[in-house]
């Protein structure tokens, strides 16, 4: 249905939210570090971006504003997915302007609902 | 004459010999302290989640501290990789030391920036600074660049502290590949010691011929040039046996100017980086020893074993050479500053041990050691040399070298085991063999070079090499600059 | 060639005819030589032999690791929730049952996957995994990590047990909160909060030593995450003679926001400890307590400049604008942070603030227009 962005190092959490997503069928990128993401932001376009802030080679914040400035990406909906929950981290991430903020450990079954909300819209 | 030569062959003989195993048993019993605290530690944190520390508000924040000189060709990356460090409260500040050439400019491009009006509280002396510039873009909100007058390493690392609002100091050189964790690793100690902790640093390790990618190390390998193959293995033996041990006795003298995370209340309380020497990383950590002593406070020097720093070393022998000499300049100039520590009871372990140690194992020894060599050719060139017990002797230093090296790449091995192919451990094996006689004897010339340059006080030497971060040397010599002066294995013949 | 079989002989001679007629360092020379030679050639072999154990070992591990992961992760995939639990262990369980689970490395594996996958998820996938865990009877192996004799096996344990809430094992881990080894201690009496539905706090009462940083850290990230946590009255503990359970405590009324505690964070701002009265001063500012403002500033001039700017900051966090004139004082000051601090804080009165300061700018010294000009800047 809808092609999703997934951007996690955890090799765990990656399988986990890539099988789960394709079972709701859509359509299920994954990038493992931040660089990959970068690239991949910028060669395709998708319809969300799930995404961690602790990442490989580039911070998940950058990746956030890189999205957010670039035009036809701007209005994708992001939903960051992290264990970081600092306060500072997740106000910079609301004021690069993602739409959700879900700190680990997370329900699935409450995230493919966010996922199906966050589409909606 | 033959009085003389008595004289000398008694030298030779007895009061070397004895020197020998002194530090023959030194070696002996730091490698034994090492052993613990290493082990102590791999226990200790086999099973630590390190993400505590990311996730909590209330762990320690963070400046890190990067001079730049010169470095347009990889700056830009270089930030880069330092700003996906995992680490919840930080902020990264390069100090660009009135780079000659565009370093700035790509900065700004790079990452939308612009000047500020920042007030800085100026705490420490340094040169003038040009302007302070923070992003548009909130993305990169952590990076703070600092343009200033050049003035040398100790004196950008000085105005990065009075712009620092955090309460650690991370000190790093720009273009080390730092590992993602190393925070983590190295500001835990902060939170776990019972005494204050007034810095720590991590292990430093060779990149050459390793696999890099966008400042991020992705493949361990060992060198392919001898010199830096040389240096992987004094590197290992410096850090995990000598520190290691230091670390356990709470005696460390120094911490790499590569990487080293420090208190920034005691640094700057204890007046920050000092110009006045070449070997600054070593000498902050004495005078806040020091100044802990002094206000009989307690505190604790933490090194940890897990290798969070790679630098590119030297590859040819005039480079290396010239990064020996300014260690041993280094070396001088702290011992001579700080001397009335000398068996000083007031600075109980600092005193009677660390600067002992220093001052005999590391400035001395190598001075002996050419002595003993001198008068070995001139004893051996008028005949006076019974060549069988001068073999004898000379085999024992041999073997004992062979020994330590070995013991080194054991730790290594039962550590991190970066070399993970037997072919690399092997090489490094028979690497030890041929130290002792092709590479041992070059930084004894080094260093006594070093002293030379130190007492005739050729200052030409200093100031060019000083220089050497604002100067115009090329890359590598830069990453020199900053490295610590090592623990220098020592034979004697 | 002829060189070994030329020394071989010469040693031979050399170490059993004539050491005893040398003198005495050529006698030492020889020992350490010969104890060199075989210290060498031993750690050869065993780094060697180890080598090759630990590449077996690693193979090993990482081909269990995979199978055990992708078995796990088919839960996660197909384990629906509608289906309702029961149905989904059933379906599970006999593949995992299959598994050598005598073999310590496959059991070890399994158990430290399926914490990992458990401390990750909360909901149905969390549930299903405990469920089993305990199906599979791995607690019988908690069990028996608990009364090891390895400290490092003790923790093990213990976190198995806060990970899978095994309600049974309560008591053994509250004996262990008092264990000589100070981490088996720490993670005892983390373990115990999450598991302790009565008095998940009973520890603090009879806590030795002081509590490490690293170790309020870790208890404030698990009280704070943990849902079923029952949250006392934190202001209790502020009059014990432990100083690091006044910080630890103080940190907990900031953030369950406990107002009850305001009376004993009064008494506290006389505190012989330095960063007791700052952190006291700060939990103020958070918990808005506009009433003790006064009282703030009442202490403020012989306080230590750490607990100055921490008051001005919290001057600023309250913003009851009743203090203008005495942020705008603060100007004079010679210390630098405490100019900061008061500008800060006079911005952090919102726009009323912002107003002010602009005004301020024209009319002090070049020093204190950097300052303001600082503060106004919203891009630092």
Not at chain 3, 87 to 105: E, G, I
Not at chain 3, 255 to 284: C, F, T
Request: glycine share 6%; hydrophobic share 45%; charged share 25%.
């Amino acid at each position: 249905m809808a092609k999703i962005l997934i951007i996690e190092d955890e090799e765990l959490m990656l399988k986990a939210l890539e099988f789960r997503l394709k079972k709701d069928e859509h359509e299920v990128v994954v990038a493992k570090d931040g660089r990959e993401a970068l690239q991949k932001v910028q060669s395709d376009t998708y319809d969300l971006i799930i995404t961690d802030i602790m990442l490989p080679f580039v911070s998940g914040l950058e990746i956030i504003g890189k999205v957010k400035q670039t035009p036809h990406l701007a209005h994708v909906p992001m939903i960051v997915l992290s264990a970081v929950g600092l306060e500072n981290v997740v106000l910079e991430a609301f004021e690069l302007g993602v739409d959700d903020f879900i700190t680990k450990p997370f329900n699935l079954t409450e995230l493919t609902i966010r996922v199906k909300k966050l589409l909606k819209k | 004459m033959d009085a003389g030569f008595y004289f000398f062959e008694q030298i030779f003989n007895s009061a070397i010999f004895y020197f020998a195993l002194v530090v023959m048993c030194s070696y002996i019993i730091l490698c034994f302290f090492s052993a613990l605290e290493m082990k102590a530690y791999m226990r200790k944190n086999s099973f630590i989640d390190y993400r505590e520390i990311l996730v909590s508000p209330y762990a320690p924040s963070v400046s890190i501290l990067a001079p730049a000189y010169n470095e347009e060709a990889t700056i830009v990356d270089n930030v880069k990789s330092i700003m996906s460090l995992h680490y919840g409260n930080f902020e990264i500040i390069i100090i660009n030391d009135g780079s000659k050439d565009s370093s700035l400019q790509k900065l700004i491009d790079a990452y939308q920036l612009e000047k500020v009006n920042f007030c800085v509280n100026e705490q420490l002396h340094h040169k003038p600074i040009r302007g302070i510039y923070k992003s548009r873009n909130s993305s990169y909100s952590r990076l703070i660049v600092i343009d200033k007058e050049n003035g040398g390493k100790s004196d950008a690392l000085n105005a990065g502290i009075n712009v620092s609002s955090k309460d650690l100091l991370l000190c790093i050189d720009v273009d080390c590949i730092v590992e993602q964790d190393a925070l983590l690793k190295l500001v835990k100690p902060y939170l776990e010691e019972k005494k204050r902790v007034i810095a720590t640093g991590g292990v430093v390790r060779i990149a050459n011929s390793c696999e890099v990618e966008d400042g991020r190390l992705v493949k361990v390998h060992m060198p392919k040039n001898i010199i830096s193959r040389f240096q992987v293995l004094e590197y290992i033996r410096a850090f995990l046996m000598g520190r290691m041990a230091w670390s356990r006795l709470n005696g460390l003298l120094i911490i790499s100017g590569a990487m080293g995370l420090f208190d920034k209340e005691i640094v700057i309380k204890c007046g920050g980086y000092s110009h006045e020497t070449v070997g600054e990383d070593m000498e902050l950590v004495v005078r806040m020893r020091r100044y802990m002593h002094d206000h009989n406070l307690k505190y604790q020097v933490v090194y940890i074993p897990d290798p969070l720093c790679w630098t590119e070393s030297p590859i040819d022998f005039k480079v290396l050479g010239r990064q020996r000499n300014r260690w041993t300049r280094g070396t001088i100039e702290t011992l001579w500053t700080h001397r009335d520590l000398f068996f000083n009871p007031k600075y109980s372990i600092l005193g009677l041990l660390s600067y002992p140690y220093w001052l005999f194992f590391e400035w001395l020894a190598p001075i002996l050691e050419g002595i003993g060599l001198i008068s070995f050719i001139l004893l051996a060139s008028l005949g006076k040399i019974n060549w069988e017990f001068s073999g004898i002797l000379f085999f024992m230093v041999y073997a004992f070298s062979i020994l330590l090296s070995t013991i080194a790449v054991l730790f290594e091995e039962r550590s991190y085991h970066q070399y993970t192919s037997g072919k690399d451990v092997l090489k490094l094996l028979l690497l030890a063999f041929i130290e002792p006689i092709v590479y041992h004897p070059l930084t004894i010339y080094w260093s006594i070079r070093g002293n030379i340059d130190k007492f005739t006080g050729k200052k030409t030497w200093g100031t060019m090499t000083r220089a050497g971060f604002a100067g115009n040397q090329k890359k590598t010599e830069v990453t020199a600059v900053s490295q610590a002066v090592d623990i220098k294995e020592q034979q004697n013949v | 060639m002829l060189i070994i079989l030329s020394t071989g002989p010469y040693l031979e001679n050399l170490f059993l005819h004539r050491l005893p007629f040398f003198p005495d360092n050529i006698k030492i020379s020889l020992f350490i030589i010969m104890f060199c030679t075989i210290a060498t050639v031993e750690i050869y072999l065993y780094v060697f032999l180890k080598k090759a154990k630990m590449k077996r070992d690693k193979y090993l591990d990482a081909k269990w690791k995979e199978k055990i992961s992708n078995m796990l992760s088919n839960i996660i995939i197909y384990g629906d929730e509608d289906d309702g639990l029961e149905k989904v262990v059933n379906h599970f369980l006999p593949r995992f049952k299959k598994l050598p689970l005598n073999n310590k490395r496959v059991r070890e594996i399994l158990i430290e996957e399926i914490r990992i996958y458990h401390a990750n998820f909360t909901g149905f996938t969390a549930d299903v995994l405990k469920e089993l865990f305990v199906r599979l009877k791995l607690y019988k192996y908690t069990l028996k990590k608990l009364k090891s004799r390895l400290w490092e096996v003790q923790v093990e344990g213990v976190r198995e047990v806060a990970q899978f809430w095994l309600y049974q094992y309560d008591s053994l881990v509250f004996a262990l909160t008092d264990h000589e080894h100070e981490i088996v201690r720490m993670e005892a009496q983390t373990a115990y909060v999450r598991l302790n539905k009565e008095h998940p706090f009973r520890f603090l009462d009879h806590m030795r030593g002081r509590i490490l940083p690293w170790h309020q850290l870790i208890l404030f990230e698990i009280i704070t995450k943990a849902q079923h946590v029952k949250i006392p009255s934190f202001s209790k503990w502020l009059n014990s003679d432990n100083d690091s359970i006044i910080i630890f405590c103080l940190k907990l009324i900031s953030h369950y926001q406990q107002l009850d505690a305001i009376g004993e964070l009064i008494r506290l701002l006389k505190h012989p400890n330095e960063e007791i009265r700052r952190m006291s001063v700060w939990v103020i500012g958070k918990l808005e307590a506009e009433f003790v403002e006064e009282e703030l500033l009442h202490i403020y001039h012989q306080e230590t400049l750490k607990v100055k700017v921490e008051i001005l900051t919290t001057i600023g966090r309250i913003s009851s604008g009743n203090y203008f004139d005495f942020l705008k004082g603060c100007l004079d000051s010679d210390l630098f942070e405490v100019r900061m601090a008061a500008m800060k804080a006079i911005l952090g009165h919102g726009k009323k603030g912002k107003i002010m300061l602009e005004e301020l700018l024209d009319r002090v010294s070049i020093p204190n227009q950097g300052i303001i000009s600082h503060v106004l800047d919203t891009r630092i």
